[in-house]
């Protein structure tokens, strides 16, 4: 009888205490997603995810790549369910702090959904077939009583970057023309609002002068200082405006700075732009929309928390940025800063994959296509790490949230995975993101024809 009694006993304990690194440990571990299509709008699947991030005020998704478009889709959907089912009001996305704002103008307005896009960017997110349905969701929501609120907190795109940076300099100037600068100092605002910004290799990085960038940089100080404490500017400006264009400026200032150090040093330029990053970021959610709850769209690698507790590997030994690579995981990134100042606030889900390819596909007589069309193949994970065992489970779609975990749960200690840059890193997953959403086949995205 004892031995029975001790049998049971020791059943129950491996059964609810002992987690083997299996597909059906995973499986007890996750939740099963059925679709990724933005028009699925049967929310039966992604119901769990409530009680999971219900105390968030920012949710990030994460992808891997820009080009993975199965992650495209199903952040499409994810917006849409977290707008409608969560309270969410706001995607922060990685671009332009200002030309996001500017955008929500655009996609109220009567202006075609083609260039309402490209206040964002030019020929990334708004030229993806896969993220057309978020804009088109927004704008059909400006129609409502609770907009789906555009905002940025990146560093400017060309070229709509310069109208943005010209834009917010030239409305100051409209409601308080005694701030106007002499023609000599406008001429070297105007130079510079044509040069920051292309680092991306959609236009020329220019150079500045040292004395010149001084020039504007004190001025766009004292021109910040007059609009916050000017006695002549409290009748011009609403505290709301003084609040926009303050922020308007300061992301004016980093950007010429991030500029500055592209021409200098990459490393550093990375380093500051998450700086930079987090800043932003903070500034949408304790100034510009606080209270409201945000969504993240960008790359999981600036997202991603405690960074210097991950080790990168490969057994790859001719590659070239490995050195790079591997002094990046002590970078603090934006997620480092964020989790530092608002905690648990954030709940970062990386996407990631095992197996399909990763690219642009273009239309046929698309004139880009030549020159920027591509397709990788991805490299299947190794056996053990998450996304082969997430493969075994014959699942298409897998959310394994990772904060709700208990300590002997092999999902808690330290593992290889693959995504942050499709790169084997080995890590304890739930001190670095909160969740895993889980495609088994990637696939390329897909470009829009060039009128949509």
């Known amino acids: 009888m004892n031995k029975i009694i001790f049998l049971l006993i020791a059943f129950f304990f491996i059964i609810n205490f002992c987690y083997p690194q299996t597909s059906e440990s995973l499986l007890r571990s996750s939740s ?8 699925d709008e049967d ?9 999971k991030i219900e105390d968030a005020q920012i949710v ?4 891997i790549s820009h080009d993975d478009g199965a992650t495209l889709q199903a952040k499409s959907r994810l917006v849409k369910f977290l707008y409608k089912e969560m309270g969410f009001e706001v995607i922060a996305w990685e671009a332009g702090f200002i030309d996001c704002y500017y955008m929500n103008e655009a996609l109220r307005s009567e202006m ?5 896009k490209k206040y964002m960017m030019n020929g990334g997110w708004d030229a993806s077939e896969y993220v057309n349905p978020v804009f088109d969701y927004a704008r059909k929501s400006w129609k409502t009583e609770r907009p789906l609120i555009m905002g940025g907190f990146d560093i400017g795109r060309p070229p709509r ?6 834009g917010v300099i030239d409305s100051i100037f409209t409601k308080a023309p005694w701030l106007k600068p002499a023609d000599s100092v406008y001429s070297r605002i105007d130079t510079c609002a044509k040069g920051v910004g ?3 290799g959609n236009q020329l990085i220019k150079k500045f002068s040292k004395n010149g960038e001084r020039i504007i940089k004190f001025f766009i100080y004292s021109l910040m200082d007059s609009l916050t404490s000017g006695k002549k500017s409290s009748g011009a400006f609403s505290q709301s405006e003084k609040l926009r264009y303050s922020y308007f400026l300061r992301s004016f200032y980093f950007d010429i700075e991030l500029n500055h150090l592209i021409n200098l040093n990459d490393e550093t330029f990375q380093l500051m732009r998450e700086k930079f990053m987090a800043d932003r970021m903070l500034w949408l959610i304790e100034k510009i929309y606080p209270g409201k709850k ?7 690698a600036h997202f991603k928390r405690n960074s210097f507790l991950q080790t990168h590997l490969t057994d790859d030994k001719n590659i070239n940025d490995l ?11 934006a997620g480092d800063y964020l989790d530092y100042y608002i905690g648990r606030k954030i709940y970062t889900i990386a996407f990631t994959t095992f197996q399909g390819e990763k690219g642009m596909v273009f239309p046929d007589d698309h004139p880009k296509k030549k020159d920027y069309e591509y397709t990788d193949k991805i490299n299947e994970p190794e056996h053990g790490s998450y996304e082969a065992i997430a493969h075994e489970t014959e699942k298409e779609y897998l959310f394994t949230d990772l904060r709700s975990l208990r300590k002997n749960n092999w999902l808690s200690k330290e593992n290889v995975a693959y995504p942050v840059g499709y790169r084997k890193v080995n890590a304890k997953w739930n001190d670095v993101i909160d969740a895993f959403f889980f495609i088994d086949k990637m696939f390329p995205d897909k470009i829009l024809p060039i009128d949509k």
């Open 32 to 39: 099963i997603i059925k679709s990724i299509d933005p028009n």
């Open 43 to 51: 929310y039966t699947d992604l119901l769990p995810l409530k009680k």
């Open 60 to 63: 990030v998704l994460g992808e």
């Open 112 to 116: 075609p959904l083609k260039d309402a």
């Open 161 to 166: 970057a310069i109208k943005s940076y010209l």
């Open 198 to 200: 292309g680092y991306l």
């Open 294 to 300: 945000i969504i993240v769209w960008a790359t999981t």
């Open 323 to 333: 050195s790079f690579y591997n002094k990046s995981a002590v970078f603090l990134q």
